[in-house]
């Protein structure tokens, strides 16, 4: 456990201690924003279809609801919470 909180925290202190070392050619930040777009787009699509299970219409919507926030560059915790209110309000009223 020590072992993957040290390599956690190696990888996150990377960022900011080679930013001003590293730099990337533009094309490659362009692709790289791209690729960002591409990943959120499967996320969103594997979560709201599930493979073999009975999905309803609250977890769609749900997903749906923290897509849009997170395109919008909503805070991390307003498209978690977004996302699980309008998920858990439609199955409150039925729609499961």
Known sequence: ML???AGT???RAAGPLLRERV???AWVTELLEIAAVVL???MMATQ???LGERIGLAL???VAVAGVLAWR???LLVVVLAAA???AGLRLFGVA
């Open 3 to 5: 072992a993957l909180a």
């Open 23 to 25: 730099r990337f050619p």
């Open 73 to 75: 560059r909503a805070p």
């Open 48 to 50: 709201t279809f599930p």
């Open 40 to 42: 959120l787009a499967a």
């Open 60 to 62: 769609p919507c749900g």
């Open 9 to 11: 925290y190696a990888l």
């Open 85 to 87: 209110g309008v998920t």
